[in-house]
Structure formats: structure tokens, C-alpha cells
């Protein structure tokens, strides 16, 4: 009788198992890790670092359980939290350091969960690396700091490539790459160094722009971070002119931007004006303003090579004065530098007349005067009339005190600031015809100003 054998299991498709790899990473593409790993060379206190990536090629979650590395000169650095889950097309990334101290071939044996690997590096002799006068040899990766420089200058700094080895040794690489440094100065590879031997040599940093610049130091097989700091050099102090010093009311008058010395850089500021008005119970006037662009505002702009800034293609602008008494204060300000102020004062005047004329009516007579107050303060008027012999005629000086009405013409209608247009109609008894000219006398807070005789 034959007996048949019946097995019971369970079937589990191949492609649903979790599986794990390791693969090294370049920071942009994965190679497979096979069974032993070469790291490359170092040189005694460089530190040479390999990054590595475990990645879950199965369709399942995977834990990763186990990241260990055993042997002299190689640590793990940047590892997950284990025990860590994969998930599927996922990775979790560790990074080994291999950090020699003497010249040896050194390896160490890397555990990825049941994964063994050899790892190996070497340490190879390599020249040591000090900046200036210090003793201090620096690691491969170092940065050396130029600092701040400014635009149009340069900083030296001075290396040693000193043997310090057993054996001589070929320097067969030296290189300065990076915008803004230029090296190696004095020495040029290759260059043979016995033990003991040393060789000096220089770097300039010389920044084209006024930014952070970093380049590079090689040396053989290690490389050295150089940075800088680009400056642009500062604006030169500028300074306001005016045209005149002297301030008057309804005068034209233009200022200028100087420059202490010739500009190296472009840059651009702003010019405003404001006006604070020394008359009470007024705020401004806004007749005071540049007679181009913006009234209380313009642009300034500094070219390089220039020893006054300009307004558009002008070395000055125009303004006026306005019509009532105050300071008039010009700021000029650029960026990253204190603004610079300038006062002009326009004081308190006596009147001053502009027009005047009369017309004569079938009994009446037309004084017509047009002028400008800058304290707003027009009071008391004087006319006096004369035939044409020059004779004074009856009953000789006409006064006015037109105190009330110059007020609420200033404060109440008024739209011009201080000036005005005066009428004032005379009626006459007789023959209109025998008044052949004319004076007039306005008074305000300062003084009297009286007009010249007008004939009509």
C-alpha cells in the first residue's frame, strides 16, 4: 500500500518581502554597496566622510534594526533613531566618517541588519596647511575667512605648505579657484618637499562685487573653503549749496549737491524742501517749491567718477521762495549715511509793490495796486493825488486804515500766500481830468513803503 505524504504551508508571492539595500550616495546619484567599500585617503586629522543610504526595495515596511560599524578610524555620524520603518521606495541615510591619525591602511566592518560590509580607507602623508605665522596645521575643509574688503582693494593672506613627515612628498596640485581670488602667489606646483621642507606662498582676495564670495584652496587630494566679504565703497559726503545765501520772498533760487571727493560708486538719494512759516496763524505756503518735477521732492542721483551729484541731467535745481516769511529747510538724504540739512530763512519784510495805476470814471477815480506782504500785516494805506504841475491836490493825503480788510483777505479768502491786489475808488467833485498822478504809501509790522509818483 502506498502511503502518500501530505504537507500543509502557507504560500507567500516573492515580490511581497520586505528587502533592504545599501547603497552609497553622492549627494545626486546611488551605486550599490557591494561587500567591502573604499573610501578613498585622508590625511592624518582630516576627516573624510562617505554617505550612505538604506533603502527598502520591497513592497512592505522594513525596520531597520541594526547600524553599527567596529574597527579603528571610522565612526557612524547622522544615523535615524532606531529602530527606524522603511517604508516601501523609501531610505533611511547614516554617513561614516574615516578619521585617520597616523599613515596606516585602516578598515572596519559595517553592520546593516544581517548586511555585512569592509570598509577601508587609507591615510596617505600630505604636507600640512597653516595660515600666516600660526603653528596651527588645518583639517581638510577648513575655512579661511578673508573678511571684509573693500571694492577696488585687496587682502593677502600668507599659507605654509610645511613637510612633516618621514618621507618627501610631491605636491603635485595647487590650485585657487573662486570669483575674486587669485593665487597661488610665490610657488606653483609642482613642488617637492623633503622632510622639513616648507614653502610659503600667498592669496589675494580681491572682491569684484559687494557680496559674500567663497572659493577654493586644493592641495593634492584636500581641499580648503576660502571666504570673503565684498564692500562697495561708501557714497563721498555730500553736502547742500545754495545759489544765494540771501532770502527774500518771491525770488527764484537754485541749489546744488557738491561732493566732498570723486565718487567710486553710482547711488541715488532724495532732496525735499519743507517750509515752516514764521507768521502766526499760517501753516504753509505753497507756492514755496522746486519749479521742475515733484514741488517739495526730488531725486539726486551720484555717478561714479562725479564730484556733484545731479538732478536728471542738471548739476542744480531751481525753486522759489514763496510769498511769506519763515524757514525754508532743504534735507538730502542717502542711504546707510546721516542726512544732511540746510536752513534758508526768509524774514519778515517792509511791503513791496509791484503795480500800480489808476483809470479815471465820469466822477470817480480807479487806484489800482497789486504787492506782497510776508507778515500779513497790512494796515495802513496813504494816497495822495497831484494835477499836472506837480501840485499836491485838496485835501492832500488820503489815509485808510484797511487793517480789518488785509486780515480777512489773508486769513479768510486768500490763496496766494501774501500777495494781493488792491482797488480803491475815489469819488471826485469836479473835473476827473485835472488828476494827473498819484502815490501811495502801504504800511505793515516792519515798515512803510511808499510807491513812486505815477502818472496816468
Given at each position: 500500500?502506498?502511503?502518500?505524504?501530505?504537507?500543509?504551508?502557507?504560500?507567500?508571492?516573492?515580490?511581497?518581502?520586505?528587502?533592504?539595500?545599501?547603497?552609497?550616495?553622492?549627494?545626486?546619484?546611488?551605486?550599490?554597496?557591494?561587500?567591502?567599500?573604499?573610501?578613498?585617503?585622508?590625511?592624518?586629522?582630516?576627516?573624510?566622510?562617505?554617505?550612505?543610504?538604506?533603502?527598502?526595495?520591497?513592497?512592505?515596511?522594513?525596520?531597520?534594526?541594526?547600524?553599527?560599524?567596529?574597527?579603528?578610524?571610522?565612526?557612524?555620524?547622522?544615523?535615524?533613531?532606531?529602530?527606524?520603518?522603511?517604508?516601501?521606495?523609501?531610505?533611511?541615510?547614516?554617513?561614516?566618517?574615516?578619521?585617520?591619525?597616523?599613515?596606516?591602511?585602516?578598515?572596519?566592518?559595517?553592520?546593516?541588519?544581517?548586511?555585512?560590509?569592509?570598509?577601508?580607507?587609507?591615510?596617505?602623508?600630505?604636507?600640512?596647511?597653516?595660515?600666516?605665522?600660526?603653528?596651527?596645521?588645518?583639517?581638510?575643509?577648513?575655512?579661511?575667512?578673508?573678511?571684509?574688503?573693500?571694492?577696488?582693494?585687496?587682502?593677502?593672506?600668507?599659507?605654509?605648505?610645511?613637510?612633516?613627515?618621514?618621507?618627501?612628498?610631491?605636491?603635485?596640485?595647487?590650485?585657487?579657484?573662486g570669483l575674486g581670488f587669485?593665487?597661488?602667489?610665490?610657488?606653483?606646483?609642482?613642488?617637492?618637499?623633503?622632510?622639513?621642507?616648507?614653502?610659503?606662498?600667498?592669496?589675494?582676495?580681491?572682491?569684484?562685487?559687494?557680496?559674500?564670495?567663497?572659493?577654493?584652496?586644493?592641495?593634492?587630494?584636500?581641499?580648503?573653503?576660502?571666504?570673503?566679504?565684498?564692500?562697495a565703497p561708501p557714497l563721498p559726503t555730500a553736502s547742500i549749496q545754495l545759489g544765494s545765501n540771501v532770502g527774500t520772498s518771491a525770488q527764484q533760487n537754485n541749489i546744488s549737491i557738491p561732493l566732498a571727493t570723486a565718487s567710486q560708486v553710482s547711488g541715488s538719494g532724495t532732496l525735499t524742501m519743507t517750509f515752516q512759516p514764521s507768521v502766526a496763524g499760517v501753516t504753509d505756503d505753497a507756492a514755496v517749491q522746486f519749479l521742475s518735477g515733484p514741488t517739495r521732492s526730488a531725486t539726486v542721483t551720484i555717478s561714479p567718477g562725479e564730484t556733484a551729484a545731479t538732478f536728471g541731467t542738471q548739476s542744480s535745481i531751481a525753486f522759489q521762495t514763496g510769498s511769506t516769511a519763515g524757514t525754508i529747510v532743504f534735507t538730502f538724504t542717502l542711504p546707510n549715511t546721516p542726512p544732511q540739512q540746510l536752513s534758508l530763512i526768509i524774514p519778515p519784510a517792509p511791503i513791496v509793490l509791484d503795480t500800480a495805476g489808476a483809470v479815471r470814471r465820469a466822477s470817480n477815480l480807479d487806484v489800482s495796486v497789486t504787492g506782497l506782504d510776508n507778515t500779513y500785516?497790512?494796515?495802513?494805506?496813504?494816497?495822495?493825488?497831484?494835477?499836472?504841475?506837480?501840485?499836491?491836490?485838496?485835501?492832500?493825503?488820503?489815509?485808510?486804515?484797511?487793517?480789518?480788510?488785509?486780515?480777512?483777505?489773508?486769513?479768510?479768502?486768500?490763496?496766494?500766500?501774501?500777495q494781493f491786489a488792491l482797488l480803491a475808488t475815489f469819488p471826485v467833485a469836479g473835473d476827473v481830468t485835472l488828476i494827473a498822478a498819484f502815490d501811495v504809501q502801504i504800511s505793515n509790522s516792519v515798515g512803510a513803503t511808499k510807491s513812486q509818483t505815477i502818472s496816468f
Open positions: 500500500m502506498i502511503r502518500r505524504l501530505l504537507l500543509c504551508c502557507a504560500l507567500v508571492p516573492l515580490g511581497a518581502l520586505a528587502q533592504i539595500q545599501v547603497f552609497l550616495f553622492d549627494g545626486t546619484n546611488e551605486t550599490p554597496a557591494g561587500v567591502l567599500v573604499n573610501v578613498g585617503s585622508a590625511a592624518p586629522g582630516d576627516t573624510l566622510t562617505t554617505r550612505f543610504h538604506v533603502r527598502n526595495v520591497g513592497e512592505g515596511p522594513e525596520v531597520l534594526q541594526t547600524l553599527s560599524i567596529a574597527g579603528s578610524g571610522f565612526t557612524i555620524s547622522l544615523t535615524p533613531l532606531l529602530p527606524y520603518t522603511i517604508a516601501p521606495g523609501s531610505f533611511a541615510e547614516f554617513r561614516v566618517a574615516f578619521n585617520p591619525i597616523s599613515i596606516a591602511t585602516y578598515s572596519a566592518f559595517l553592520l546593516v541588519n544581517t548586511i555585512n560590509i569592509t570598509i577601508q580607507g587609507t591615510a596617505t602623508p600630505s604636507a600640512g596647511l597653516a595660515v600666516g605665522g600660526s603653528s596651527t596645521l588645518l583639517a581638510a575643509g577648513a575655512v579661511i575667512d578673508f573678511g571684509s574688503v573693500l571694492i577696488g582693494s585687496s587682502n593677502l593672506q600668507t599659507f605654509k605648505l610645511a613637510n612633516l613627515n618621514n618621507a618627501n612628498i610631491a605636491i603635485v596640485t595647487l590650485l585657487v579657484s587669485t593665487g597661488p602667489i610665490g610657488a606653483a606646483a609642482p613642488i617637492q618637499l623633503s622632510p622639513g621642507q616648507s614653502v610659503s606662498f600667498q592669496i589675494a582676495f580681491q572682491p569684484q562685487t559687494g557680496q559674500a564670495a567663497q572659493g577654493t584652496l586644493t592641495v593634492n587630494q584636500r581641499s580648503f573653503v576660502l571666504t570673503g566679504q565684498g564692500l500785516s497790512a494796515s495802513q494805506l496813504a494816497f495822495t493825488f497831484y494835477d499836472s504841475t506837480g501840485a499836491t491836490i485838496a485835501p492832500g493825503v488820503i489815509s485808510v486804515d484797511a487793517t480789518a480788510a488785509f486780515h480777512q483777505y489773508f486769513f479768510t479768502s486768500n490763496q496766494t500766500g501774501g
